[in-house]
């Protein structure tokens, strides 16, 4: 198994943005309650954080999850220069190498060099939100949101 790809179907991303935003508002809520779980934002291409996202998803039986890139703007900046969406799925099969070479990879291909982008969301891929984080610079915010 390769490594996830950026999707490339608008409908799909347009359904994980929207889960995104219900993510976003969620996390808030946890911040402002104080049941917000705080970590290093260089964590999140790591093994270990895949490993908490996994672990997250057993809990609801859930297997398979999406990470979506908020910045630069997906549409406006990301589709325009790279045509596909800063989004990508990730399924059992995809190991801890391929959910950080995912995350890394360049979206314009060798020639295009590096671009700095952030992972804003993560989400079951279920109807239900899951979890979230805003990454700021020096730290993330995770919470488990939405019923099921």
């Avoid at 996390?27 to 996994?54: K, N, P, Q, W």
């Avoid at 672990?55 to 589709?79: C, M, N």
């Avoid at 995912?102 to 952030?118: A, F, V």
């Amino acid at each position: 198994m390769s490594k996830s790809e950026y999707l490339t179907d608008h409908e799909a991303f347009d359904r994980l943005w929207k889960q995104a935003g219900e993510g976003k508002r969620l996390v808030a809520a946890a911040v402002e309650s104080g049941t917000a779980l705080y970590f290093d934002s260089s964590d999140i291409c790591t093994f270990r954080y895949h490993a908490f996202l996994r672990s997250l998803l057993s809990e609801r039986r859930e297997t398979a999850f999406a990470a979506l890139v908020l910045r630069p703007a997906p549409e406006a900046y990301f589709y325009r220069h790279f045509g596909k969406y800063p989004a990508f799925i990730f399924l059992p099969e995809h190991s801890d190498q391929e959910f950080v070479a995912s995350l890394n990879s360049d979206p314009g291909g060798e020639s295009s060099g590096r671009i700095r982008r952030e992972l804003g969301a993560v989400c079951r891929l279920s109807t239900q939100w899951r979890m979230g984080d805003l990454r700021g610079p020096k730290t993330g915010v995770s919470c488990n949101g939405g019923a099921g």
